[in-house]
């Protein structure tokens, strides 16, 4: 089947199995790779990326359901000026271990911020709950959350 | 096993065939009783038959029901067709076996029957394939029982409209009764396998059962277990889309939902969702109310009980630490009449076994339950499950290890002795 979809603000023309993922139309065939692949079973949250701007799963999002949301994966979402406060926020506080889960991360957060601008410690527990990190990085994810929302108000 | 059979059903669906004058009124007839999702097999084509039943005298096929001469029905009669279908008496004169739902289909018009085989004489591409034999022990093969079930069990041919209800809900009860065969499922069976009531008069009529390792719910007025918190729009939208606020399909509604209701006129799912709302509650029940207190032990991080724990890591991503989830995309947990349900059947098989796609008038939903069989012990599982029917407001009881070992070994996907379907 051919779709097309919204990707990062550019339609994406694709030509693929409707039951694909969204996670594989991604990596491996428009070639965005920053979006991570954890365990393909909604577990990790290694995956997230937003569609109309809530955070989704790519893992379990068959492409042909995609219909005209637009996605935006961690290759763009620097470009909303939430975004770019997530990120600035996550380099100053050094929040990466190994990485791999970060993007995701990034993702669940920005989303909530733009949700919740001045988000609780239930807030964070809540949005912030499906995205593993091997590494526990989680103190510091709580801290760059709340840092980039300090940001966000001023 | 089910899995693949339900997603091959569903794949057979879109090969319906239109031809230039197609019969329109009788392929929406078609689709209004889901002929297609018991007649076909997992890549086959559409209406050949083929699909494994279970049943409580042996296994049986369905059969070719393509106008092909020999294999299928081409050689049927219009007198012939009316006969199988509303009295279970093939050409031949053998007896069907009550899987088929001619009990249920024994309501239709004779105006609508003659659109049925219209259809299927004319616009159903002829498939060529020979019927599988059935495979049952001698002892119980004979058929004259049939004919004595049939006479106590199957009501004489036609719809008799209640005269004191108004013409939507007659058209309702036409369609839930009949072609629809709703309480295949959602009825109590007696002790001959008989649906204990086929239609509205009687208080069991769609009042919720137990079948193939779920338990289909109550379709009636009930507050917390049944439709009594549903809004009319709130059922027709659900036939529709396969989800609202409430719930989403699951087991072998899935292949009502992929196959029938959402191509159903807006005035007939009208119809049903008024219907349905007649039928009177059988439980005394409270509606569910909410308790805000689990969801802030949840984020206060306060998981004192294995099952809560669980909960945290395994569900709360998507079905939220409020138990509210993503409705129409995830099921609420809180207030779910599945959840509530004396028989916690339904939620177990989904939690070992996950969900399968619904694909409403082919586009499929994302967020699909996935399966934890693998990972979770059946003691975990009922501990999850036990705090879920106890969570926000739900009043359900606890599940135990062994109703949940019971369940995980006969949906084994890997077992020969699964059952794939019994009747539908
Ligand atoms: S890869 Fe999608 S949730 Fe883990
Ligand atoms: S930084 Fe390594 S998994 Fe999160």
Not at chain 1, 106 to 111: C, E, G, N
Not at chain 2, 236 to 250: C, D, I, M, P, Q
Not at chain 2, 274 to 283: D, K, R, V
Request: with cysteine; aromatic share 8%; net charge neutral.
């Amino acid at each position: 089947m051919h779709y097309t979809i919204e990707i990062n603000g550019a339609q994406q023309s694709v030509d693929i199995d409707g039951e694909t993922p969204l996670l594989w139309v991604l990596r491996d065939v428009v070639d965005l790779k920053g979006t991570k692949f954890g365990c393909g079973a909604a577990q990790c949250g290694a995956c997230t990326v937003h569609m109309d701007g809530h955070p989704i799963r790519a893992c379990q999002t068959p492409i042909a359901s995609v219909g005209n949301g637009r996605i935006t994966t961690i290759e763009a979402v620097g470009e909303s000026r939430l975004g770019k406060l997530v990120q600035e926020a996550w380099i100053e506080l050094d929040v990466p271990q190994c990485g791999y889960c970060q993007a995701g991360q990034i993702m669940s957060a920005t989303a909530l911020l733009t949700r919740t601008p001045n988000p609780t410690d239930h807030d964070i527990n809540e949005a912030m709950n499906g995205n593993l990190c091997r590494c526990a990085t989680y103190t510091r994810i709580r801290a760059a959350i709340k840092h980039a929302a300090e940001a966000g108000r001023a | 096993m089910k899995r693949l059979i339900l997603a091959a059903a569903l794949l057979a669906g879109f090969s319906f065939v239109a031809g230039a004058m197609a019969n329109e009124k009788g392929e929406y007839l078609a689709r209004a009783g889901d002929c297609v999702a018991c007649h076909s097999v997992p890549g086959g084509r559409a209406f050949a038959g083929g699909l494994k039943m279970a049943s409580p005298v042996g296994t049986l096929y369905t059969t070719n029901i393509t106008p092909d001469p020999e294999t299928g029905i081409g050689s049927y009669t219009l007198e012939d067709f009316d006969r199988s279908i509303r009295r279970g008496i093939a050409r031949d004169g053998h007896r069907l076996y009550p899987a088929m739902p001619y009990p249920s289909y024994a309501k239709l018009t004779g105006s609508d029957i003659a659109d049925l085989y219209d259809y299927f004489m004319h616009d159903v591409p002829a498939v060529r394939q020979a019927n599988r034999a059935n495979e049952i022990p001698p002892f119980l093969s004979p058929r004259w029982p049939l004919a004595v079930w049939n006479v106590v069990y199957t009501p004489s041919p036609g719809f008799t409209p209640d005269p004191s209800k108004d013409a939507q809900w007659n058209r309702g009860a036409y369609l839930v009764e009949g072609l629809g065969h709703c309480g295949a499922c959602h009825s109590p069976r007696g002790t001959a396998w008989q649906e204990k009531s086929l239609d509205a008069r009687d208080s069991s009529f769609l009042a919720g059962a137990n079948l193939d390792d779920w338990y289909a719910p109550s379709l009636r007025a009930n507050q917390a277990t049944g439709l009594g918190s549903w809004s009319q729009g709130e059922i027709a939208e659900f036939l529709k889309t396969g989800h609202n606020r409430h719930a989403v399909a699951y087991g072998s509604m899935g292949d009502v939902i992929n196959n029938s209701t959402p191509y159903l006129t807006d005035s007939d799912l009208a119809a049903i969702a008024a219907f349905l709302a007649s039928l009177p509650a059988t439980e005394a029940e409270t509606a569910w109310v909410e308790d805000t207190s689990t969801a802030q032990a949840l984020l206060s991080g306060k998981t004192d009980t294995a099952g809560a724990a669980l909960y945290v890591s395994a569900c709360q991503t998507c079905h939220r630490a409020n138990g509210a989830a993503a409705p129409p995309y995830v099921p609420p947990l809180a207030g779910n009449p599945t959840v509530l349900d004396k028989d916690p059947a339904s939620l177990i098989n989904i939690v070992l076994n996950g969900s399968w796609p619904l694909v409403a008038k082919g586009r499929p939903d994302a967020y699909r339950m996935p399966q934890f069989r693998e990972q979770l012990k059946d003691r975990q599982i009922a501990e999850v499950v036990s705090f879920i029917r106890g969570a926000w407001g739900n009043k359900a009881g606890a599940v135990s290890p062994q109703e949940v070992a019971a369940l995980r070994k006969s949906t084994q996907p890997s077992s020969d002795n699964i059952v794939v379907l019994k009747m539908r």
